[in-house]
């Protein structure tokens, strides 16, 4: 089967390196919205603007992208692709997602092997990828889950303004595509989920837990931030804090967060092991 990768950056590679295992698929090109990818080569085949796609002969369309939901969206309204083509399911399963799962989840049985009590917390949930994977190696602890769930807040998006991590404002990602009822179809023990829907740390007002385990992955300089000045101190002796898009250039505010935080604390962390997230540990 002829099959385009959208996304020609690190997951795109991930998700070639897997593709190129199996004798069932022939990639023929990339797309990507990243104007600086497009025109460019991987895996000696073309990245293309998806527009480009209709002129193609293919059979699958596969999503190795940050925001899978409105990239579906670009694919099937501005480009009438047909949504049965489109195949999300392979890259939730290799590369940088895989390590991080694969990382909670030894850190979910040293957790317990080890007796550190402690609730568990997303802080930037989206669609619940995530999420899902915490509800279910964390079986009998509460899950907090914190999010707007309607997308970017417009005061965060003019701190990244302000301190200049410019790279965010060349995307178009708002993560406004989610819903709590989405979130929650996925979680396998819902009954230990707690929706903390608006904006954080307003939203953590009156609790008193502590934590074992918090994955924060707002995206943004002062979300993150502020998850660093909530969590950090509540985190159980022990415990793992896992930081998403730290390597990354997308959302370099991230980066920013945790050096000023660290700048004020004894913070100690290391490389996660998936080309973009660290883990903090106390």
Partial sequence: MKAIIFGAGGAGKNLTEEILKRDDYEIIAYAD???????????????????????????????????????????????GIKPGVINDTLSSCVGNNKARIIALKNSAQLIYDHNISGSTAELGVFQGEFAKHINE??????????????????????????????RILEHSYDYSGTSIELVMKKMKTPKNVVIKKGFFPETATGLEDKYAFVSLDADL??????GLKYFYPRLSKGGFIFIHDFFTDVYTGVHAAVMQYKKENDLRFTALGDDSSIVITN
């Fill in 137 to 166: 190696f964390f079986p009998d602890r509460k899950l907090y889950l914190f999010d707007t769930f309607d997308g970017f807040s417009a005061s965060d998006i003019e701190k990244e303004k302000e301190i200049g991590t410019k």
């Fill in 33 to 79: 919205n990243d104007p600086k990818l497009q025109n460019t080569v991987l895996f000696d085949k073309p990245v293309i603007h998806p527009s480009k796609i209709t002129a193609l002969n293919y059979d699958v369309i596969f999503i190795a992208a940050l925001d899978t939901h409105n990239i579906k969206n670009q694919l099937v309204n501005e480009y």
């Fill in 221 to 226: 300089y002062q979300p993150m931030l502020e």
